[in-house]
Nanobody, 127 residues
Framework: QPQLVDSGGTLVQTGGPLTLSCPALGRTFNSRPMAWFRQAPGEGRLIVAAAERSGSSTGSADSVKGRFTVPRANAGNSVYLHLQMNSLRSEGAAVYYC??????????????????WGQGTQVTVSS
């Protein structure tokens, strides 16, 4: 049973840091691109940043470049994915989802390219 369990969402002050985590287990996730998306109320699910199978980061939204990173660790068939966020802004308040793409494909900014999803974790940013 494949599982992506995203966690770490909480209330954080504007300008503060926060790290989200997502273990991807129960499938050969090490051969898949991984990504973080976020969805604010009334909006679509948008890419935050992605990590290729090699671990290199790609596909970051312009609004997070220089502030967010996506560390990825492959352990056997599993993947341990994080989203390290610094200098959070009010527009960072959203439900964050980790996602796993298809085997041996590259990352994408489209939700259609991802096959497995976490359940979402809420990040709230206070001023």
């Amino acid at each position: 049973q494949p599982q992506l369990v995203d966690s770490g969402g909480t209330l954080v002050q504007t300008g503060g840091p926060l790290t989200l985590s997502c273990p991807a287990l129960g499938r050969t996730f090490n051969s898949r691109p991984m990504a973080w998306f976020r969805q604010a109320p009334g909006e679509g699910r948008l890419i935050v940043a992605a990590a290729e199978r090699s671990g290199s980061s790609t596909g970051s939204a312009d609004s997070v470049k220089g502030r967010f990173t996506v560390p990825r660790a492959n352990a056997g068939n599993s993947v341990y994915l994080h989203l390290q966020m610094n200098s959070l802004r009010s527009e960072g308040a959203a439900v964050y989802y980790c996602a796993a793409g298809r085997t041996r494909e590259h990352s994408s900014t489209s939700t259609q390219a991802y096959e497995y999803w976490g359940q979402g974790t809420q990040v709230t940013v206070s001023s």
